[in-house]
T-cell receptor, first 109, second 116 residues
Framework: GQNIDQPTEMTATEGAIVQINCTYQ??????LFWYQQHAGEAPTFLSY????GLEEKGRFSSFLSRSKGYSYLLLKELQMKDSASYLCAVRTNDYKLSFGAGTTVTVRA | GAGVSQTPSNKVTEKGKYVELRCDPISGHTALYWYRQSLGQGPEFLIY????????DSGLPNDRFFAVRPEGSVSTLKIQRTERGDSAVYLCASSISWGSSYNEQFFGPGTRLTVL
């Protein structure tokens, strides 16, 4: 089976930075995705990493180290609307996505 | 164009009944995926289609679950003899194709199934 771990909850202040870590042990690796999911809504795509390094997209950045089985999502200049669950998902060689349980981020004023 | 749509948005049924959940993927997307998400968990893979055929149904929990995609577009997830443990949000996603190096999946809003 696939094992994907991320913290259950994180809290941060508006305007601050939060880093959500994800570690994985999977049978094969073919890319790592981060999705944002607001309560009661569908997951929406945030970022994709397949090579080691940092991918930056506006206020959101994602990092990958394949040798360590590790990724993080960095959220900068937090806004209240960033309160949501953040899902780490690994695509294995059969092109299926395996998701972590999600990290609920609460942004406080 | 329109995103992935799913109907119904909510379905309440009684234990032992049969239900059908429908997914309309984004036009032109050949790959379609079904996931199940329980409260506080990430989506769990059930099955995916490339065109009309089920390319991988290894995530279906048992033979009460079945899915079809007869014309390579709309898909229906069918659950027979529903059990209370089937209660979850069923998510559908589609992508341009299966097997490309970059293959973002676009998710629908889900169907919340409650089995009483």
């Amino acid at each position: 089976g696939q094992n994907i771990d991320q913290p259950t909850e994180m809290t941060a202040t508006e305007g601050a930075i939060v880093q959500i870590n994800c570690t994985y042990q999977t049978s094969g690796f073919n890319g790592l995705f981060w999705y944002q999911q607001h309560a009661g809504e569908a997951p929406t795509f945030l970022s994709y990493n397949v090579l080691d390094g940092l991918e930056e997209k506006g206020r959101f950045s994602s990092f990958l180290s394949r040798s360590k089985g590790y990724s993080y999502l960095l959220l900068k200049e937090l806004q209240m609307k960033d309160s949501a669950s953040y899902l780490c998902a690994v695509r294995t060689n059969d092109y299926k996505l395996s998701f972590g349980a999600g990290t609920t981020v609460t942004v406080r004023a | 164009g329109a995103g992935v749509s799913q109907t119904p948005s909510n379905k309440v049924t009684e234990k032992g009944k049969y239900v059908e959940l429908r997914c309309d993927p984004i036009s032109g997307h050949t790959a379609l995926y079904w996931y199940r998400q329980s409260l506080g968990q990430g989506p769990e893979f059930l099955i995916y289609f490339q065109g009309t055929g089920a390319a991988d149904d290894s995530g279906l929990p048992n033979d009460r679950f079945f899915a079809v995609r007869p014309e390579g577009s709309v898909s229906t997830l069918k659950i027979q003899r529903t059990e209370r443990g089937d209660s979850a949000v069923y998510l559908c996603a589609s992508s341009i194709s299966w097997g490309s190096s970059y293959n973002e999946q676009f998710f629908g809003p889900g169907t919340r199934l409650t089995v009483l």
